[in-house]
């Protein structure tokens, strides 16, 4: 079921719920990692640029929509994942699209993790490729697969971050595996950009790979960028094949320039400001440590996504209420987001969350499971578990 929020102040939103009046909740269900979203310099690039330019693009990329400002964002974040190349998108998902649908044809594959987002694995059935998975984070299963196809007739597509798990693909042996198989590596960094790597450049420079081992990436510009769009960055021949023969890049209108305008100015903040990343990764640690001290079952991931298992979905669905009715917005993930069996709360942490917010909610969270779950403690060996809970 959606929800409408009615207001945001940066973590907090209003929501509303049917006819009544709103309910402020603190959101820890966003993916504005890094606090941009509400960034007085990315909203004010926003309104200076809609100003200038209007509200749309007036048209597709190839036609007459193409503007200054779109060049500009592939320019800086070319320059900051130090790739040659970068092509601006409407979403993530018709990137995916793109890449697969513009790369793939009929005698191809396209080897998947199992865990991908939905839109590598709808990409991959519409662009009538073969489609195979190996189980997650496998990389000697992507081998088995890729040793079944044709040499240099695949891509080997991982998300870099899983959106669901919060854990990091196995990029460097993931890489060998392509090499050896001589498929193409192409990784979708939605939730690794900004927050991972050297300068937020994300899960590919993180494993110190460069563009001989992964030709290609997805950045996208509504998580951690805080605004809304995509960018596929890497090789320049790539690249500008896409441009000219991707459906989802040519049949589609250009982001309004405003939008590319509100990105640009979020990568530079993003690119500068170290102290957002490291903020996020304290309270990341912050929230394991007492989550830990709490029994709660985490999984394991040390990224701002920090899914509670839950089992089933009755169980999911009542502690996310819970949480609710304490002042807090975390989802419930179930099937077919999450395999069966496996629901669970999606916590994400953001740099704009206060120290007692998580401790908060780290509260909220073991009361709702003593309630709802009362015999799922974890078992934890570590020390942090063997300090006594209040
Ligand atoms: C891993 C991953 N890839 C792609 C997307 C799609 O990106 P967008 O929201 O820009 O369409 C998402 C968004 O949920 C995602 O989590």
């Keep these: 079921m959606r929800r409408t929020v009615a207001r945001r102040d940066g973590v907090r939103c209003e929501v509303v719920d ?3 009046s709103g309910r402020w909740l603190l959101n820890f269900c966003g993916n504005d990692y890094l606090g941009l979203a509400s960034h007085f310099q990315v909203s004010g690039a926003l309104q200076d640029a809609a100003a200038l330019h209007g509200a ?20 800086e974040i070319a320059d900051w994942l130090q790739v040659p190349a970068a092509l601006l998108f409407g979403s993530g998902f018709t990137a995916n699209l793109a890449v697969l649908q513009g790369l793939l044809g009929d005698g191809d594959a396209c080897v998947q993790d199992r865990l991908n987002h939905a839109s590598l694995i709808d990409a991959a059935r519409l662009a009538g490729c073969r489609l195979r998975r190996y189980p997650h984070a496998d990389a000697q299963g992507a081998l088995r697969q890729l040793r079944t196809l ?5 891509i080997l597509a991982t998300d870099g971050v899983f959106s669901m798990d919060g854990d ?9 595996v392509a090499r050896v198989q001589q498929a193409l590596l192409y990784v979708d960094d939605a939730h690794g950009v900004g927050v991972l790597g050297p300068d937020g450049r994300g899960s590919v420079a993180d494993a110190r790979l460069g563009i001989d081992a992964v030709p290609l990436q997805l950045v996208t510009l509504g998580k951690a960028l805080g605004g809304c769009g995509a960018v596929l960055a890497g090789d320049a021949d790539l690249i500008g094949h896409l441009a ?12 309004p320039p405003a939008v590319a305008g509100a990105a640009l100015a979020a990568v530079r903040i993003a690119r500068q400001e170290h102290w957002r990343r490291e903020r996020l990764a304290a309270l990341v640690q912050r929230f ?3 989550a830990r001290q709490r029994g ?36 419930a993930i179930r099937p077919p987001t999450v395999p069966e069996g496996q629901a669970r ?3 994400t942490l953001s740099a704009a969350h206060a120290d007692h917010d998580v401790d908060a909610l780290v509260d909220a969270l073991a009361a709702a499971r003593d309630v709802h779950a009362p015999g799922a403690h974890a078992l934890h060996t570590d020390t942090a578990a063997a300090v006594p809970t209040p």
Excluded: K
């Excluded at 749309?56 to 007459?64: E, T």
């Excluded at 990091?168 to 060998?176: D, G, S």
């Design 18 to 20: 049917g006819a009544g």
């Design 168 to 176: 990091v693909a196995p990029l460097r042996e993931l890489a060998i």
């Design 244 to 255: 000219e023969t991707a459906r989802p890049y040519i049949y589609t209108t250009a982001l």
């Design 296 to 331: 709660l079952e985490l999984m394991p991931s040390d990224t701002p996504i920090q899914p509670l298992r839950c089992g089933d979905n009755v169980t999911a669905l009542a502690m996310s209420r819970a949480l609710d009715a304490a002042g807090f917005w975390v989802a």
């Design 288 to 290: 394991r440590l007492r």
């Design 150 to 154: 044709p040499e240099g007739a695949a």
């Design 345 to 347: 709360l999606r916590v």
């Design 56 to 75: 749309g693009s007036g048209g597709s990329h190839l036609v007459s929509g193409h503007h200054a400002l779109h060049d500009a964002l592939e320019r």
